[in-house]
């Protein structure tokens, strides 16, 4: 019994040498783990534009052109570029001369009193589409009430 009692005091110090060595071979992993998962969601959520949207519509400007209601994949393509970039100066004749006409345009009101909104959306990815109806994606360039100034980009999708 004396000799159980000898070992059993050396026991816990193993065991907390143990666990102490556990516990960084643990952390070390998870920590390496959490900065690759937060690069990886960082990339993929919202991607960092050095480019400004003036660039990026006339650097995609033909592309775009060419596929009126994103049926051939080329507006998809180009999509995030635009999306992503950094809002600039772009006024609403110079974003009409790059893109085009734009497939639809709305005054949107957003709880300021007297200011409205006006956002030219143009069809992204089509996934149906018949001359009367339309279903896919859409980005829109939202302007002020005078549309003079571009205040940010947004997308969405359609149904109908």
């Known amino acids: 019994m004396n000799r159980d009692c000898r070992h059993s005091s050396k026991l816990p110090s193993v065991i907390s040498n143990r666990m102490s060595l556990l516990k960084i071979h643990s952390i070390v992993p998870l920590f390496f783990a959490l900065l ?3 690069s990886v969601v960082a990339q993929h959520a919202v991607p960092s534009s050095l480019e400004t949207t003036s660039v990026a519509i006339a650097r ?5 052109k060419t596929d009126t209601v994103g049926q051939k994949g ?3 393509k180009a999509y995030e570029s635009i ?3 950094k809002v600039d100066s772009i006024t609403k004749n110079s974003l ?8 639809s345009i709305l005054r ?3 709880g300021v009193p007297g200011k409205d909104y006006v956002q030219y959306r143009y069809y992204t990815h089509c996934m149906y589409w018949d001359k009367k109806s339309y279903m896919g994606g859409y980005i829109a360039f939202v302007f002020d009430e005078n549309e003079s100034q571009l205040l940010y980009i947004t997308d969405g999708d359609i149904c109908g």
């Open 36 to 38: 690759f998962a937060s």
């Open 60 to 64: 995609l400007s033909s592309d775009w």
């Open 74 to 76: 080329l507006r998809a």
């Open 83 to 85: 999306r992503y970039s």
């Open 96 to 103: 009409i001369e790059k893109l085009g006409k734009p497939n």
């Open 108 to 110: 949107v009101y957003r």
